[in-house]
Each structure stands twice: as C-alpha cells, then as structure tokens.
C-alpha cells in the first residue's frame, strides 16, 4: 500500500494544488538562472566584459548534418597478388602426438613489410674476341641506354628515384644519401647525388623546352613568380601554366624582360595574373585575378568599419562580381555586351572616387587602369577570374624553398626549373611521375630534341 491510500478527495486536491505551485516556483529559478549563465558566456549579455584583442573568436556554430551513407561497407582489403605465402600448419596432435596431414586454411593474417636486400650491381663485361680466320679482332656494341644513361654508372631506377625524392619528396640531398645506405647499403656521395640530379635534367632538356612551346601556344596562361635564393643572392621563380604543363623559369630578375622571354612577343593567349606590374609588357589579353582585388576590398572594409560608404561601395562591387561569375550563356555576342555592361558599371562606381580624398580612393584607380582586364572571363569561358592555378602550380616550389633555402649556383638553379617543370607537368597530367622520369630516361637522346 502507498502513503496516499486513505486520504480524502480534498486532501488530494491540496497535495497536487501544492506540487504545482513547486513546480512553477522552480520553473522561475532554472529561467533565472540561464539568464545569468547566458550573461556570462563570450558576448552573451549587454554587460558581459568584451574579450581581448588577442583572444580568437569562436567559430560559427555548425548545422549538424546527416551523416552520409556509405557506398560500402568499411573493410580494409587485402593485396589481390601476395608475393609471398607462408604456410603455417600442426605437424602432430598435442592430445594423442598423431602426425597429422591435410587441412584447410582457417584463417588469413596479411603482412606488408619493405624487402631488405643490399643494391644491386652488376659488371658488364665486353668481351673481345679475334677471328682464326683473318685475324680481326671483334668487339661487341651494347646499348646501355634502357639500363643507364650515357656513361653513368648509375642505373635508370635510380636516378628516377632519388630524382623523385628531392623533387616530389623535397628530400635533402645529405637525407637522400643515408636513406640509401640505410635501405641498400648504397653510399654514395652528396656531390655524385647532386651531379645525377644534373645528368637527369640535361636529359630532360628536350622536354622542358617543348614545355616552354606548349605554354607559348596556349589560349589561357596563369602567371606567377616567387622568391628563390641562389648562393645566399636573392633570385625569383616565375611560373607559367596550362591545366596540363607547369613551366618555371628561374631568372635574378623581377622586370617585364622575363614575362616577354618566356612567353614571347607574340604570344597571342590570355595572360591570367594578378596586378604586379611585371606582366603589362606582354601584348595579349590580360585577366587579372578578382582574389587579389577583393582581398583589398575586404581590407578596406576593416580599416573603415564606421564608415558606412565604404561598406556600401565594396558590397557593391562583390555583388557585380558575383553576378559576372553567375551569368551564362552560348551566344558569344551576348557574352561580349554584358562584359561591357559590366565594366560600364564597375566604372560608374569607382570614377567618382578617382584622384579624391576618400578612402576608395586607391582601389578606384586601379579599376579604372585595369577596367579592360577584368572581365574578360566573362567573355571567353576558358578564362578563370582568379590566379589560383598559378598560387597551387608554384606552390612545391615554395615549400621546397622553405626546405632547403635555395640553391648554391646557376647549374643547380637550372637543374631545379627543369626538374621542378617536369615532375610538375607529369602530376598535373596524372601520370606516375617515378614512372615517367624512368621512361624519360630510357629514350634515346637524340629523340629528345625538340
């Protein structure tokens, strides 16, 4: 029986009128008491103290989403062709000591290991031999050029590997060298590993020049250049690409000669980079990047949050911008009339603002010096608005920068723009780049020429 049995209707109704009024009472203290929680949390009240400057916002909340379905369930496969099976069987049985035979395979236990065998070398002997008959003395002629290049005594997978270590790998040269040892045995020295490097881009000449032909006849360029150091003197990087070919050019210049060099006078594609002024030279069609511009618009933007015609003027030139990228059509007349509605517009906002003492003042006269080039992506389809293939094409060239400082003189600069060039554009291609600097190396010189 409970506490309640025996009570009266109206004791009853006394007991429940009481609990409510608890409940109300202690609805009102939990409120209160968020309030105050609320007040307490990072800009979660009117008096709540603003954070320092140096403390890091918090994030925006992030709407949880579904988790995705799987195509498959998730199971690591095993190697299809194991290169080696070892069998592991009972000889006899531990209860009555029978020899046991036979069997099947319980279970499968897989292990990836690296094989440790010292290098291989090989001595290929020519031997001479002389004729009973005339007396001619006969010397066989072997084409070593499918095992090494030239008079190397380095082998083809060798050079292709430790070329892919410091290319792709951005391996040092002295870290390449105790890796070999570590894994073959091999010692070779830093200088003999440096001069293979060379040895790989002589023989890659061929190619890196056909390169620089593909980039010259190409309809759209991303242009780009970056610091690269050579024997502690400051040099440059320029980087010239297509969706399929990365073109670098190492040069201590910064000026315009360069630009036209690489590309030539009479390049006749459109040349995507951003404002340096390093590429106005080059006579063809010119994009310039929109990241750049509105990364100075949102610059401007913060170090004006109280001006409210600074606002209004660069939310109005992101919106042009982004009505450009939105419109499409097929009519190539039609693509033309709204670039110039567009740059009509983009005009119309900034020439106000041209030679003033506003703060829109210095972005306003770059639109109206650059207003012919920024949209033309507009018009030709194929043109990107922005420079990011040209920011992720020179990027490894950055890191390995960062690795290794630089070079120590002009024949590693031009071995590092030939290589960085080559393994760049069989990446950007897809191909296996230890594969294709393997097959590079195994052509005939000759056919190498452009």
Not at 192 to 202: D, I, N, P, S
Request: hydrophobic fraction near 35%.
């Amino acid at each position: 029986m409970s506490g309640l049995d025996g009570l009266s209707r109206e004791e009853l109704i006394g007991i429940v009128l009481g609990q409510a009024a608890t409940i109300e009472e202690l609805t009102r203290r939990v409120e209160a008491l968020e309030a105050e929680l609320e007040k307490l949390r990072p800009g979660g009240g009117a008096s709540a103290a603003p954070a320092p400057d140096w403390v890091k916002p918090n994030r925006k909340e992030r709407r949880a989403e579904g988790r995705k379905k799987r195509k498959s369930s998730f199971v690591r496969r095993k190697a299809v062709c194991p290169t080696k099976v070892v069998c592991h069987a009972p000889e006899t049985c531990p209860d009555c000591n029978r020899k046991l035979s036979g069997g099947w395979v319980h279970r499968t236990r897989e292990v990836i290991d690296i094989p440790s065998v010292p290098v291989e070398i090989t001595h290929h002997q020519i031997i001479a031999r002389r004729c009973g008959v005339c007396g001619r003395r006969v010397v066989p002629k072997v084409d070593f050029s499918g095992v090494a290049p030239g008079k190397s005594r380095i082998g083809l997978r060798l050079m292709s590997l430790v070329a892919e270590l410091h290319i792709v790998c951005r391996i040092p040269i002295r870290t390449i060298r105790a890796l070999l040892k570590a894994l073959y045995g091999l010692d070779i020295s830093q200088g003999e590993l440096t001069e293979l490097l060379h040895r790989v881009a002589a023989r890659g000449q061929g190619e890196y020049d056909a390169l620089g032909q593909q980039v010259r006849g190409s309809p759209v360029v991303n242009a780009d250049e970056t610091g690269w150091r050579e024997d502690g003197v400051n040099g440059y990087v320029w980087s010239f690409s297509t969706p399929e070919v990365r073109y670098f050019v190492w040069r201590r210049s910064r000026g315009q000669d360069v630009a036209v060099e690489a590309l030539g006078e009479d390049f006749g594609g459109v040349l995507v980079s951003d404002f340096y002024c390093g590429y106005n030279r080059i006579p063809s069609r010119h994009q310039r990047c929109w990241v750049h511009l509105l990364r100075d618009l949102d610059r401007l933007e913060e170090l004006h949050p109280e001006d409210e015609g600074v606002r209004e003027w660069v939310g109005y030139i992101k919106g042009l911008y982004a009505e450009a990228r939105a419109f499409r059509s097929e009519d190539a007349g039609e693509r033309l009339r709204y670039r110039y509605a567009c740059e009509r517009a983009l005009m119309a906002a900034a020439r106000p603002f041209v030679k003033t003492g506003f703060a829109q003042h210095t972005l306003a006269e770059r639109i109206e010096r650059f207003l012919p080039e920024l949209f033309v992506f507009v018009e030709d389809p194929r043109v990107p608005s922005d420079n990011n293939a040209a920011e992720r094409a020179v990027r490894p060239v950055v890191i390995a920068r960062k690795i290794s400082g630089g070079t120590r003189s002009a024949k590693g600069s031009r071995t590092r723009q030939v290589l960085s060039s080559l393994f760049g554009t069989w990446a950007a291609r897809g191909d296996e780049t230890l594969q294709a600097c393997h097959t590079m190396l195994a052509k005939p010189l000759l056919s190498q020429q452009p």
